[in-house]
């Protein structure tokens, strides 16, 4: 059954990326979450999508003692999605001011799955690709997806490159998955999870072409199409 993955937890609902969202996805029906995985200056690993606070001040030039209640840390997120999964994306991106080539994140991420023994419940996916290639070196244990827009290359090659490089699933946004885009990553046993639909038209076709999760706002309404479905 396709799995429901809850955009920054029920985000349509609730606050995004906070404890609030994660419990509610797990409520409206959520297989899974899917949450933001960002620094502060003392390294402390936390939950927030942009790079700053909605008052300016970045994230990664605060302590974590400097930031809203609201913001909460990366395992204490990871507790509140008990007992659904969790796709952490990784936020490590060139034109950020938080981007850290030694990938602190990732380290970091991997020793917590490690520690949590969460690997069968987490699929770790991030737009930077070296970041993944990262999480692999630490960890060829822990499931990984690309994040991707628009790749200057096909399907095809961005599939196979994928899979040889021993990440396990796609993450496209929604716009370019078609029959072509779903060939591409059967023919090279790739997972799709795709972002982010609240449409359930297009959720109804989406279950059709063969996706294997949709990355929604609206979890409840997924789970609906997707039991309609099945």
């Avoid at 001040?57 to 840390?73: D, F, Q």
Wanted: with cysteine; net charge negative.
């Amino acid at each position: 059954m396709v799995r429901v993955i809850a955009h920054r937890g029920a985000s349509a609902a609730a606050a995004e990326n906070t404890i609030e969202a994660f419990r509610l996805a797990r409520e409206l029906g959520a297989d899974w979450v899917e949450l933001d995985a960002r620094r502060t200056r003392d390294d402390v690993v936390i939950v927030h999508h942009d790079a700053e606070l909605s008052d300016g001040r970045t994230i990664v030039e605060l302590e974590a003692g400097e930031l809203p209640p609201s913001v909460c840390g990366l395992e204490a997120a990871l507790e509140a999605c008990e007992p659904m999964s969790i796709n952490i994306e990784i936020k490590n991106w060139p034109l950020d001011p938080d981007f850290d080539e030694t990938e602190r994140v990732a380290q970091h991420v991997a020793q917590l799955v490690d520690r949590l023994d969460l690997r069968t419940r987490v699929l770790v996916s991030c737009f930077h690709y070296p970041t993944l290639q990262r999480i692999k070196i630490l960890d060829p244990a822990i499931p990984t997806a690309f994040l991707h827009t628009l790749i200057d290359k096909s399907w095809l090659e961005l599939a196979a490159e994928v899979a040889q490089d021993g990440h396990q699933a796609l993450h496209p946004w929604d716009g370019f998955v078609d029959e072509p885009y779903m060939a591409a990553a059967r023919e090279n046993n790739l997972e799709v999870n795709v972002w982010t639909v609240d449409d359930p038209l297009r959720m109804a076709e989406l279950i059709q072409l063969g996706v294997d999760g949709i990355c929604t706002n609206v979890p409840d309404i997924a789970r609906k199409v997707v039991s309609d479905a099945s």
